[in-house]
């Protein structure tokens, strides 16, 4: 029995298959994570016009028969982003916020907090409402509590010392433990990463959820540099794997360092 649907979906990932059909891979509010196979997209541009471009949202109509991959019937766009792929860095950026979403979402669990949290930034990253740099540490640390894996800044994670009686300019976190770690609880000499006391907290600042207090927060060219790379540490651990865009964004970082 083959069934219709409907639903707005962001454009995750796009793969060829065979001579002129695509397999997407998509995010929608209320299916989550699922494949699509668009029949014909390579050969006819006319049927998915500017529907199949990465990070942009299009309403969806899809039919799906058992035992194999819905497929694509119509797709009409609703929101191009498309200042997210006229600029290098945003299309980094981008793509390293949907591989992560990739990775971490199962797939055909609906998910409308995450869904939404990845409309927001790509809608600010489009918009350049807010530094790029900003809205990656915001996403990152929001996706983080949302999954429950928000790392614990308020206390050690094995004495419960709270962190303002913690010694030292910069306290460790320790990724395996998912918190902060004082040095007296470090006895083995486990690998920590360590953040000045700043940063912990507007990184805390960064992950309420509420854009007005993001764009409030004032980040140090040293603190940003230090948040990214917690977070571009932190998160890939929790996932499991480094995300590849991740080593695109880092290398455009480097260029643009040395210039």
């Not at 997209?41 to 016009?49: D, E, L, M, W």
């Not at 010392?161 to 040095?183: N, P, Q, V, W, Y």
């Amino acid at each position: 029995m083959t069934i219709s649907f409907t639903t707005p979906a962001i454009l995750l990932r796009r793969v060829d298959f065979g001579e002129d059909d695509l397999i997407l891979t998509v995010f929608s509010p209320t299916c989550g994570k699922i494949s699509l196979m668009a029949k014909s997209a390579r050969k006819s541009r006319k049927r998915f016009c500017g529907a199949l471009d990465l990070f942009s949202v299009s309403r969806m109509v899809c039919t799906n028969g058992k035992g194999r991959l819905a497929i694509l019937q119509e797709a009409t766009v609703e929101h191009p982003f498309s200042q997210i792929r006229a600029h290098f860095k945003k299309t980094a950026y981008a793509s390293y916020f949907a591989e992560i979403i990739n990775n971490w979402m199962e797939p055909d669990v609906a998910q409308p907090g995450v869904f939404e949290l990845l409309y927001q930034v790509l809608d600010r990253l489009d918009r350049s409402d807010l530094p790029d740099d900003l809205l990656s540490i915001a996403f990152q640390m929001t996706l983080m509590i949302i999954s429950g894996f928000s790392p614990n800044f308020t206390t050690c994670c094995h004495c419960h010392t709270d962190m303002e009686h913690l010694h030292g300019c910069r306290i460790g976190i320790s990724f395996a433990k998912g918190g902060l770690l004082c040095s007296a609880c470090n006895s083995t000499g486990s690998p920590v990463f360590y953040l000045s006391r700043g940063t912990i907290k507007q990184l805390q600042w960064m992950g309420c959820g509420n854009w007005n207090k993001v764009a409030r927060v004032r980040f140090s060219a040293q603190s940003i540099q230090e948040s990214l790379g917690f977070l571009e540490a932190f998160v890939p651990y929790h996932l499991g794997k480094e995300p590849k865009s991740l080593s695109v964004l880092r290398q455009y970082r480097n260029e643009q360092a040395v210039r």
